[in-house]
């Protein structure tokens, strides 16, 4: 059946499409990181501070979800060794990673629903308090602190199922 445009445009909850496919991943990662960018709290963190050449990490934002959501073995990095790298030149505090959440649940929201999409918001919700826990116990960015501990990037890992990374783990 056609999904019916609500009052606002968009199909009904029920009616929204489950993401399925990896370009629909790749649809909501470009439309979280629009968001993302524009916003007051985060976007000065990706344009100022990381510079980040999104059309250049867009493909390894897209492996870690493809690998949260289906189970995939397509993200093999260490994202919280990246986090921590940028933790110590901007403090993510929890506010931020709240924001974070806000507009990736939202995000999600307004263009899925299904198995997959509930996938996508839980695990985000576990990694996102995942980081934020082990960050607020990280020392403090080099603005407050006297020396930057270069070894706390590589100190340890999330998976891209919000685990920690077992010691013999690769990253
Ligand atoms: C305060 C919240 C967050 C901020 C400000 C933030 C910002 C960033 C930035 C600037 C980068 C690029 C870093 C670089 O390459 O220099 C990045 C990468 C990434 N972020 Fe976040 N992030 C946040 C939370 C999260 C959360 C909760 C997740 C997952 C649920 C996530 C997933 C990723 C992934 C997968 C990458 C790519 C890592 C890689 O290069 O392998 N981020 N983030």
């Given at each position: 059946?056609?999904?019916?445009?609500?009052?606002?445009?968009?199909?009904?909850?029920?009616?929204?499409?489950?993401?399925n496919?990896?370009?629909?991943?790749v649809?909501?990662?470009?439309?979280?990181?629009?968001r993302?960018?524009?916003?007051?709290?985060?976007?000065?963190?990706?344009?100022?501070?990381?510079?980040?050449?999104?059309?250049?990490?867009?493909?390894?934002?897209?492996?870690?979800?493809?690998?949260?959501?289906?189970?995939?073995?397509?993200?093999?990095?260490?994202?919280?060794?990246?986090?921590?790298e940028?933790?110590?030149?901007?403090?993510?505090t929890?506010?931020?990673?709240?924001r974070?959440?806000?507009?990736?649940?939202?995000?999600?929201?307004?263009?899925?629903?299904?198995?997959?999409?509930?996938?996508?918001?839980?695990q985000?919700?576990?990694?996102?308090?995942?980081?934020?826990?082990?960050?607020?116990?990280?020392?403090?960015?080099p603005?407050?602190?006297?020396?930057?501990?270069?070894?706390?990037?590589?100190?340890?890992?999330?998976?891209?199922?919000?685990?920690?990374?077992?010691?013999?783990?690769?990253?």
């Amino acid at each position: 059946m056609r999904a019916q445009p609500n009052a606002v445009g968009r199909p009904d909850v029920s009616e929204r499409p489950d993401i399925n496919t990896r370009a629909d991943i790749v649809t909501l990662v470009t439309e979280f990181y629009r968001r993302a960018f524009a916003d007051p709290q985060l976007g000065p963190i990706f344009v100022d501070v990381a510079q980040l050449d999104l059309p250049a990490h867009l493909p390894v934002i897209c492996d870690f979800w493809q690998a949260v959501i289906f189970r995939a073995g397509t993200y093999r990095r260490n994202a919280f060794g990246v986090h921590a790298e940028l933790h110590a030149r901007v403090r993510l505090t929890p506010e931020l990673f709240t924001r974070w959440l806000e507009l990736w649940m939202a995000t999600v929201d307004n263009l899925h629903s299904g198995p997959h999409t509930d996938r996508a918001k839980l695990q985000a919700h576990r990694i996102a308090e995942s980081m934020s826990r082990r960050l607020a116990d990280a020392p403090p960015a080099p603005a407050e602190a006297e020396t930057t501990p270069a070894s706390y990037a590589s100190s340890g890992a999330v998976t891209a199922s919000g685990r920690r990374r077992r010691p013999s783990e690769p990253d």
